[in-house]
T-cell receptor, first 113, second 117 residues
Framework: AQSVTQLDSQVPVFEEAPVELRCNYS??????LFWYVQYPNQGLQLLLK??????LVKGINGFEAEFNKSQTSFHLRKPSVHISDTAEYFC???????????FGAGTRLFVKA | DVKVTQSSRYLVKRTGEKVFLECVQD?????MFWYRQDPGLGLRLIYF???????EKGDIPEGYSVSREKKERFSLILESASTNQTSMYLC????????????????FGEGSRLTVL
């Protein structure tokens, strides 16, 4: 079965420190990969997506992610976080020929002053 | 600005009640989705619709039904609410894409938090 695993349920980090949120997916076919962010009491919004081409994808708010096909990973990174980055982050994947987008369990990022 | 609007942000219902969750999008999108969000489980797909009057079961359809009478509106119905349906419900939409593949962004509403007592 297709699945997405976010390896950390919570990530505490100090302001201005770098952060990496890890995501692995199961697949043997072509995939499209996404990171979404959910701020408190809001819906999800897209941070970035990988469809094809360059494996390093840049998104909004200074985030970027790298697609690694051999390791089936799509880790999200930011070199310097802000308090305002405190939110829940979801990795998601969709597959060629399929309607569904499959989400990971989410990672709560806490940025401390 | 694109918009997916869920009619109720917070609802409290009693066990056995019939519950309607409404979702409207103004982007002329063909595809609409209902997800359920629970801590530690992420988002799980309940139902989706790729056209008016068309619906497909997602991963957890039991206890739910849907209605799509107009392109812009997708309703989730709990025929007889139970306490294990207490959750956050998220509606989303995407435009039609060739090959029925979701390569695009899901546009989400702000969610409806349902508590069943």
């Amino acid at each position: 079965a297709q699945s997405v695993t976010q390896l950390d349920s919570q990530v505490p980090v100090f302001e201005e420190a770098p952060v990496e949120l890890r995501c692995n997916y199961s697949s043997s076919v072509s995939v499209y990969l996404f990171w979404y962010v959910q701020y408190p009491n809001q819906g999800l919004q897209l941070l970035l997506k990988y469809l094809s081409g360059s494996t390093l994808v840049k998104g909004i708010n200074g985030f970027e992610a790298e697609f690694n096909k051999s390791q089936t990973s799509f880790h999200l990174r930011k070199p310097s976080v802000h308090i305002s980055d405190t939110a829940e982050y979801f990795c998601a994947v969709s597959y060629t020929g399929g309607f569904k987008t499959i989400f990971g369990a989410g990672t709560r990022l806490f940025v401390k002053a | 600005d694109v918009k997916v609007t869920q009619s109720s942000r917070y609802l409290v219902k009693r066990t056995g009640e019939k519950v309607f969750l409404e979702c409207v999008q103004d982007m002329d999108h063909e595809n609409m989705f209902w997800y359920r969000q629970d801590p530690g489980l992420g988002l799980r797909l309940i139902y989706f619709s790729y056209d008016v009057k068309m619906k497909e079961k997602g991963d957890i359809p039991e206890g739910y039904s849907v209605s799509r009478e107009k392109k812009e509106r997708f309703s989730l119905i709990l025929e007889s609410a139970s306490t294990n349906q207490t959750s956050m419900y998220l509606c989303a939409s995407t435009p039609y894409q060739q090959g029925l593949t979701n390569t695009g962004e899901l546009f989400f509403g702000e969610g409806s938090r349902l508590t069943v007592l």
